[in-house]
């Protein structure tokens, strides 16, 4: 069985820095396609961060050069760190990965979760 356990977040001041960790269990994410996906209230899911199996990355346009993405394989963990906060980055965090072993962020289908951490950044 998957899980991802992510810890990290809560309040933080604009122009702030946060880092999010999610754990796996149940799949080596250096083998899948894993990312971080954000919801505000009454939008949908947005991915904003993503590494592929082989390490490659993408970023939004929202968060890029603000929030990078990174894996520690050793410990089977995926990292968002979160530079220069703005208010809008306010939301619940999910990191999420993919089912399919070789996944790449092109082609990803997010089908394992975790539970999700609110970040709000505000004064």
């Known amino acids: 069985q998957v899980q991802l356990m992510q810890s990290g977040g809560g309040l933080v001041q604009p122009g702030g820095s946060l880092t999010l960790s999610c754990a796996a269990s149940?799949?080596?994410?250096?083998?899948?396609?894993a990312g971080w996906v954000r919801q505000t209230p009454g939008n949908e899911r947005e991915g904003i961060m993503c590494?592929?199996?082989?390490?490659?990355?993408y970023a939004d346009r929202s968060v890029k050069g603000r929030f990078t993405i990174s894996r520690d394989n050793a410990k089977n963990t995926l990292y968002l760190h979160m530079n220069n906060l703005k208010p809008e980055d306010t939301a619940v965090y999910y990191c999420?990965?993919?089912?399919?072993?070789?996944?790449?962020?092109?082609?990803?289908?997010?089908?394992?979760w975790g539970q999700g951490t609110q970040v709000t950044v505000s004064s």
């Open positions: 999420a990965s993919d089912a399919r072993f070789g996944s790449t962020c092109q082609r990803i289908t997010y089908a394992n």
């Open positions: 149940g799949l080596s994410l250096e083998h899948y396609a």
């Open positions: 590494m592929s199996s082989d390490g490659s990355t």
